[in-house]
């Protein structure tokens, strides 16, 4: 889990503004995740990517972006078109797609 | 694709009691059934996980048992103790639409009263 990391712990988002969560890992994984926690929930899926340079949409896509330029790094954008974001948001990586994941820390987002 | 369902939602015992978790999932394809822990406001960690090949697997306290026959697998934790109390996950990887990912049952919050 350590080779996971997430910034920022928390974050403050004003209504009508994007905002990019880091999503780093250097475990040499190819597939990585992330998920969206709200309180007392499980976990429900965003987006995926299984390789660099192509992602899927998981169950909630609507209102986030990612991108993957780089095997270890996963940004996600949460955009003004989604309607909801304050949740946890946890990244995950695994060496292949439909295998252990690990967890990074998370990012506590809150919109003022 | 895969469904998978998890029971109880909520589960109280006494310290040094047994606690039972039990997952089903739809799809005889599926290989791979991992559980993982949440502590409030961390991360899920990976505590047991098995494959298809085997039916059971120990780990001090925690053992997960599979049934293929029945399409289901359950975690099984003994002597508990306050630091158990959490909140545990039960995974399949996904497949058709959902494959390349892991479906997670939505939880089970598990309280360990001293």
């Known amino acids: 889990d350590g080779g996971i990391t997430q910034s920022p712990k928390y974050l403050f988002r004003k209504e009508g503004q994007n905002v990019t969560l880091s999503c780093e890992q250097n475990l040499n994984h190819d597939a990585m995740y992330w998920y969206r926690q709200d309180p007392g929930q499980g976990l429900r899926l965003i987006y995926y990517?299984?390789?660099?340079?192509?992602?899927q949409k998981g169950d909630i896509a609507e209102g986030y972006s990612v991108s993957r330029e780089k095997k270890e790094s996963f940004p996600l954008t949460v955009t003004s078109a989604q309607k909801n974001p304050t949740a946890f948001y946890l990244c995950?990586?695994?060496?292949?797609?439909?295998?252990?994941?690990?967890f990074g820390p998370g990012t506590r987002l809150t919109v003022l | 694709g895969e469904n998978v369902e998890q029971h109880p939602s909520t589960l109280s015992v006494q310290e040094g009691d047994s606690a039972v978790i039990k997952c089903t999932y739809s799809d005889s394809a599926s290989n791979y059934f991992p559980w993982y822990k949440q502590e409030l406001g961390k991360r899920p960690q990976l505590i047991i996980d098995?494959?298809?090949?085997?039916g059971e697997k120990k780990d001090q306290r925690i053992a997960v048992t599979l049934n293929k026959t029945a399409k289901h697998f359950s975690l099984h934790i003994t002597e508990t103790q306050p630091e158990d109390s959490a909140v545990y996950f039960c995974a399949a990887p996904g497949h058709g639409g959902s494959q390349g990912n892991l479906i997670f049952g939505k939880g089970t919050k598990l309280s360990v009263k001293p």
């Open positions: 098995i494959r298809s090949n085997v």
């Open positions: 995950a990586s695994s060496i292949i797609s439909s295998d252990t994941q690990y």
């Open positions: 990517s299984q390789i660099v340079n192509d992602f």
